[in-house]
């Protein structure tokens, strides 16, 4: 039976992933490019499950932080579990963009107010992360190149990931200048993540050319690439569409249009890039499976990477009218489904079994 305290003891950030996973797929299951009956109200109920996730472990983590501070802070030290502070913005970002896609035409107009503040909210945690840790890497941790995986990208990813949120949200805010603070904090969001974000791939690359794969417990940490790759494209998509409107608004009509082809264009050519990774990380899994592979909270990296590119190919398809996209975005949300469906079961049976309450 599981024990309340060594579960509040053991607790990490690591449980957060899930709320990405979650949260991606219920986005993703909403822009399902074919009509399909009922699937907009799975997709609500997967969103709202992700609130009821992301509650949970909010207290469950902060209990641990009050109840056994000397042993919570301890994880400023750790080189992995560290890096998963970068899940907590994230996995929040999901619900903010569920209350544009479920929340408004359920409640109304009335949480637009409600997302506009979580977003701040999660632009500081998202800015704070995306340095802080770094810092203790630099200043406290103990790292090695032939121990590198891609879970470094998860603290500096957490700003793009805002971006994204703020490119969505901005449509809805009816103040001018809150419009064009929000634009202009978004583009600065992008580009706070996304350079660094592809300093860490180069380097991850090289590790990986010279150390070969990274051990088994860290199968899926390779997925985590094409996150900053799929949402870099994602956000350049969305910023860009809302951007020629809100310059415009500022008497910067022509940076606008300029912004707007930018967007495109950077969009495809992260996607194309995005396509190697994907692929990539395909051919590398398929070799972890073949060995067998512990399974850990860790899998969770293979779903949001997953969503968050599946999302920029949809919204491909629809910038572009192209068919390929349509379709091909479609697959990749069905293998969205199926690979959640695959880590959430393996999730709850280890954490009835307490088997996933390891604090490291």
Request: proline content about 4%.
């Amino acid at each position: 039976m599981l024990n309340p305290k060594k579960i509040i003891r053991q607790f990490t950030p690591n449980w957060f992933a899930v709320t990405m996973g979650t949260g991606i797929l219920s986005l993703s299951v909403a822009q399902f490019p074919f009509s399909i009956p009922g699937l907009l109200p799975v997709a609500e109920g997967i969103w709202l499950l992700n609130i009821v996730l992301f509650s949970l472990f909010t207290l469950l983590y902060a209990a641990r932080w009050i109840m056994y501070f000397a042993e919570a802070k301890n994880i400023f030290c750790h080189s992995t579990v560290s890096m998963f502070f970068g899940t907590i913005p994230m996995g929040m970002a999901t619900i903010i963009n569920g209350i544009l896609v479920f929340g408004l035409p359920r409640w109304g107009v009335s949480v637009i107010p409600v997302a506009h503040i979580l977003w701040w909210i999660d632009v500081a945690m998202a800015l704070i992360c995306g340095v802080a840790i770094p810092y203790m890497m630099f200043t406290r941790q103990e790292h090695k190149l032939e121990q590198m995986t891609a879970v470094w990208l998860l603290p500096v990813v957490a700003a793009e990931v805002a971006a994204v949120s703020g490119g969505l949200l901005v449509s809805y805010i009816t103040d001018e200048s809150f419009r064009f603070l929000i634009l202009i904090t978004s583009y600065v969001l992008w580009a706070y993540s996304v350079p660094v974000a592809f300093s860490i791939l180069v380097i991850l690359l090289i590790r990986m050319a010279v150390h070969k794969l990274p051990h088994e417990s860290m199968a899926a940490s390779g997925w985590l690439s094409l996150g900053p790759i799929g949402t870099g494209a994602l956000g350049m998509f969305i910023i860009g569409g809302v951007a020629p409107a809100i310059f415009a608004e500022n008497n910067l009509a022509s940076i606008g249009e300029i912004a707007k082809g930018i967007g495109f264009i950077c969009g495809i050519i992260f996607w194309g890039c995005g396509l190697w990774w994907m692929t990539l990380s395909v051919l590398i899994t398929i070799r972890y499976f073949r060995t067998g592979i512990p399974f850990n909270l860790g899998w969770w990296g293979f779903t949001f990477p997953l969503g968050v590119y599946s999302l920029a190919t949809l919204k491909l398809a629809t910038l572009t009218e192209l068919s390929f996209f349509k379709f091909f975005g479609a697959v990749l949300v069905i293998l969205l489904v199926m690979m959640w469906s695959l880590v959430a079961c393996r999730t709850v049976k280890g954490a009835w079994s307490g088997a996933l309450f390891v604090s490291h």
